[in-house]
């Protein structure tokens, strides 16, 4: 009896879980500190419960994909990934316009009262293809060269990335496509191909971000970059980053009181109640700053512990995986959350600029936050299957 209840603990992965649920309470938490703080909102109860109502949904969800075996998800990976392909298609006729006027990116879709962003889902998709991909690669045993397969799978990795990139540039959303960068690089990185082809791909792309960034600060380098379709609220976004008390009555208002909150926390905060800066959109893209203005330098490091003990338990999963499928599979969540983590922090304290990422598991309720928990039940699918494939 001790031997049988041992393997069904053994199911689970406790230790992954414990982070998760420990960032949903900090989430309920910020969230109504945020909620109570908003001069525009009557009562927190109703919102509240609406994230409730999302983490509920989160749990069944992330369980439920806990449970799909692994041959089905390796057939059902093609058609995942095509599917949510043609749920992105979606925003071209039927994108929300009320919410492209007011964040001016064409990722919403609503249906009724329900709206929701398809390229959350299309994440998802995007890392099990990937994950696909390589692994058919390297079951091949063929006499190639190993050039000409390394060849052979970038090419495969940027065939399935260009649509996705397509549209990503229609949706002119900038911070969700530097997910599936981050995404396709991470898994390119663990994929065994040649480091010299590693190291021309990273450098190239790191040239060519230091090469943007420097052309947006010169009248001349933005023509350049209207010519290639950049559009002026980006040029904002980086100005507002390198001085955003400049502009902090502009284009920097929200960036220079977000930064004004955290610095206000101090080092142990001004509690829950007292939120006294007020920062828009903060239970959002802006969440981080309710922990740095009510828990101050000690509770933002709490905070970002959690997040590294939530990575960490990733990389166990990851470097104890028996399946080649699985490991490329947690490799992309883990740069999924990774560069949602540091994107989001970075931006509110003023390192990285603002690109509208949120929180994983902390910011509002909504289509990201469901993708998180089903990003989790990957992992946890992972360490539930133990047999050998």
């Known amino acids: 009896m001790k031997r049988i209840t041992q393997n069904k603990q053994e199911l689970i992965n406790y230790a992954l879980l414990l982070p998760v649920f420990l960032l949903i309470l900090v989430s309920f938490i910020a969230q109504y500190g945020a909620f109570q703080a908003d001069p525009a909102i009557e009562s927190a109860v109703p919102l509240l419960k609406k994230q409730i109502l999302w983490t509920l949904l989160g749990v069944i969800a992330m369980f439920l994909t806990m449970l799909i075996p692994i041959k089905l998800l390796w057939k059902a990976t093609p058609y995942l990934y095509c599917g949510s392909l043609v749920l992105m298609s979606l925003l071209i006729p039927f994108h929300d316009p009320i919410m492209a006027a007011a964040t001016g990116t064409k990722r919403w879709i609503r249906l009724g009262p329900l709206a929701f962003q398809p390229s959350e889902f299309t994440k998802l998709g995007f890392i099990l293809m990937l994950a696909y991909i390589v692994t058919k690669r390297n079951k091949d045993r063929s006499d190639s060269s190993l050039i000409k397969k390394d060849l052979f799978l970038l090419g495969k990795l940027l065939l399935v990335s260009l649509p996705i990139f397509g549209l990503m540039f229609y949706q002119k959303d900038f911070g969700t496509s530097l997910v599936f960068l981050s995404i396709l690089l991470g898994i390119m990185l663990v994929s065994d191909c040649s480091w010299k082809m590693l190291t021309l791909i990273f450098g190239s792309l790191s040239i060519a971000g230091v090469s943007t960034i420097l052309l947006v600060l010169t009248e001349q380098g933005q023509k350049i970059l209207a010519y290639l379709h950049f559009q002026p609220y980006q040029f904002n976004r980086i100005h507002a ?149």
């Open 241 to 389: 980053w390198l001085d955003p008390f400049a502009y902090a009555d502009s284009i920097a208002f929200q960036q220079a009181r977000g930064l004004t909150a955290i610095g206000s926390g101090e080092l142990i905060g001004k509690g829950l109640t007292n939120l006294q800066v007020y920062v828009p959109v903060r239970e959002s893209d802006m969440i981080f700053t309710v922990i740095g203005e009510a828990y101050g330098f000690i509770g933002s490091c709490v905070l970002i512990l959690l997040f590294f003990y939530l990575i960490y338990q990733m990389l166990i999963c990851t470097l104890a995986a028996k399946r080649e499928f699985y490991a490329y599979i947690t490799t992309g969540v883990i740069m999924y959350f990774l560069f949602h983590i540091l994107e989001n922090i970075g931006s509110n304290i003023g390192l990285l600029p603002l690109t509208g990422i949120p929180l994983p598991f902390i910011s509002q309720g909504g289509t990201a936050y469901l993708v998180n928990f089903i990003a989790i039940g990957l992992i946890l699918s992972m360490f539930r299957q133990k047999e050998d494939s």
